[in-house]
């Protein structure tokens, strides 16, 4: 019997919930190009690997995959995803900014390529309901040069430069109203459900003013301040990490993985009752934070 069905079942015969554990890694960022300042983008494979073996071992319940999985070129993902493909169970990826920086023609099958039917997406595990946010959706980014998208998003970002937003950047993102309205719905369906919500997204939420926050960051906490029902915001982008709360919510920006030549980042989570525990391995620190009731 393995681990995470072990726990699950002492859990059960006391009458108390199973915690839920999970692996969460950022901004692998792999290509095959030289070391950058502090990013080592060859190294990720192998770091990838390292924390397979430590998730495998931990028999999380699933891995969040947070986003810019690789740096540029659409032949990346080969290495990467194969290293990811180590781990032995589910693996939930999101879109990041650096996962477009492809050539124009395979922009539109990057989120087929991380086996992605939906750019946003829900799943359940252990009385949570992960929502899998696309941050990328109202970004320059994942458009084509010249085509009528492109040029929509990027006259957004000039109309959010020329009102001072620090975040107005052609790399950002931000959720539209067709997403926000789905995380209202989601957040009806947990509800009914007795499930609490986490949300994660490739880009940070909180705190108030980093340049590497979503451009719509004050709208999407006013819906986090909202819906009870979520507990927690999971991000990367933010190769520093960083960490806030919002209305009690915890929002915590993971460090990325493609920093340094030998020191990785990833984490293992576990959500027990009200508290969420996160054990960082190597840059990512170690937290124990409560969640909101």
């Known amino acids: 019997m393995g681990s995470a069905a072990a726990v699950s079942l002492a859990a059960g015969a ?25 990013r080592f983008y060859r190294n990720s494979p192998a770091k990838i690997r390292a924390a397979a073996e430590a998730f495998n071992r931990r028999g999380v319940a699933c891995v969040l995959n947070l986003g810019d999985t690789i740096e540029r070129d659409f032949a990346s993902f080969d290495a990467a995803l194969s290293a990811f493909g180590a ?17 124009d023609a395979l922009k539109a099958k990057v989120p087929s390529r991380l086996g992605l039917k939906d750019r946003y997406s829900a799943f359940t595990r252990g009385g949570v309901r992960f929502l899998m946010l696309d941050g990328t959706e109202l970004g320059p980014v994942p458009h084509p040069a010249g085509s009528d998208a492109r040029r929509a998003a990027e006259e957004r970002v000039a109309a959010l430069k020329a009102k001072g937003l620090k975040q107005a950047v052609p790399w950002g993102g931000g959720i539209g109203a067709e997403q926000l309205a789905w995380m209202e719905r989601e957040c009806d369906a947990a509800a009914k459900a007795g ?9 940070p939420l909180w705190p108030d003013g980093d340049a ?10 006013a819906l986090l301040a909202r819906r009870r029902e979520i507990v927690a915001w999971f991000a990367g982008h933010n190769h520093k990490g960083g960490f806030g709360e919002f209305e009690g ?37 170690s937290r124990r934070l409560d969640l909101r009731a």
Not at 17 to 34: K, T
Not at 195 to 203: D, K
Not at 257 to 268: F, G, N
């Open 14 to 38: 006391r009458g108390e919930e199973a915690p839920l554990v999970f692996g969460v890694i950022a901004d692998a960022q792999y290509a095959d190009l030289e070391p950058k300042g502090t």
């Open 195 to 203: 499930e609490r919500v986490v949300c994660a997204c490739h880009y």
């Open 249 to 285: 919510v915890p929002c915590v920006t993971f460090r990325g993985m493609v920093e340094t030549a030998d020191t990785t980042a990833y984490a293992i989570v576990t959500m027990r009752g009200g508290t969420l525990e996160i054990e960082g391995v190597g840059r990512e620190p």
């Open 212 to 221: 590497h926050n979503l451009y719509n960051d004050a709208g999407v906490r």
């Open 87 to 103: 781990i032995g169970t589910p693996v939930h990826h999101l879109l990041g900014n650096h996962d477009f920086e492809v050539d």
